[in-house]
């Protein structure tokens, strides 16, 4: 079992919808990460969050620590979202380097 | 702009040749990371540097080597120890510890003629 599970691994949606993409991990973890990786290979951090609750413009990321959960919601969905969402943790006493990758949700909002 | 830069963006390698994949940042970050990233896998580290003139393997080094002998520069040459080098390679900086993001840059693919 992967220690970072993303759920779930396509999504298709119509444009405007609201989005939900999971991640659920089973190590102790000190940072969770979201990243955004655009059709040409590029990766982009959206956030990263130990606790609570981050917001950024469209974009919502929230974390349940008691429950090792993550979700990251777009609202008012638009085909420029339409990539590959990646969750990552930094594991507890390893530092940034440590980063384990889930292998990501790919996101595609028609028109 | 701040920013990382890999280079090139297409590579392609013929079997039992060295080649040797740039990155360059100037966020003036400390710690420096290469991935490799496989369809259906989640990015794996092969190596990483926290400061210069020192690095570390990461999960997947062997057939990998790299070099840090400036801040702002981590080349990674894939030798050809590498068996199955054909992938997409990233490169990314960060100021270190585990409270701050990393940097990606747009990659590197390498394949194999």
């Known amino acids: 079992k992967n220690e970072v599970e993303q759920s779930p691994q396509n999504l298709t949606a119509q444009e405007g919808e609201f989005i939900t993409i999971n991640c659920s991990y089973s190590?102790?973890?000190?940072?969770l990460h979201w990243l955004q990786q655009h059709p040409g290979g590029g990766i982009v951090s959206l956030f990263m969050?130990?606790?609570g609750k981050k917001k950024h413009g469209r974009l919502i990321a929230t974390i349940n620590i008691q429950e090792k959960h993550s979700s990251l919601h777009i609202t008012a969905s638009h085909p420029r979202d339409s990539a590959v969402y990646i969750c990552?943790?930094?594991?507890?006493?390893?530092?940034?380097?440590?980063?384990?990758f889930g292998t990501g949700t790919r996101l595609t909002i028609i028109p | 702009d701040g920013g990382i830069t890999q280079s090139p963006k297409y590579l392609f390698r013929k079997e039992g040749q060295n080649v040797t994949l740039s990155c360059e940042q100037n966020?003036?970050?400390?710690?420096m990371y290469w991935y490799r990233q496989d369809p259906g896998q989640g990015l794996r580290l092969i190596y990483y540097?926290?400061?210069?003139?020192?690095?570390q393997k990461g999960d997947i080094a062997e057939g990998y080597s790299v070099s840090r002998e400036k801040k702002e520069s981590f080349p990674l040459t894939v030798t050809s120890a590498q068996k199955n080098p054909t992938a997409f390679y990233l490169c990314?900086?960060?100021?270190?510890?585990?409270?701050?993001?990393?940097?990606f840059g747009d990659g590197t693919r390498l394949s194999i003629l």
């Open positions: 190590v102790g973890i000190s940072a």
């Open positions: 969050l130990s606790s």
């Open positions: 966020l003036n970050h400390d710690a």
């Open positions: 990314a900086s960060s100021y270190g510890g585990a409270r701050q993001p990393q940097h």
């Open positions: 540097s926290q400061i210069v003139n020192d690095f």
């Open positions: 990552a943790v930094s594991r507890r006493g390893f530092g940034n380097e440590k980063l384990t």
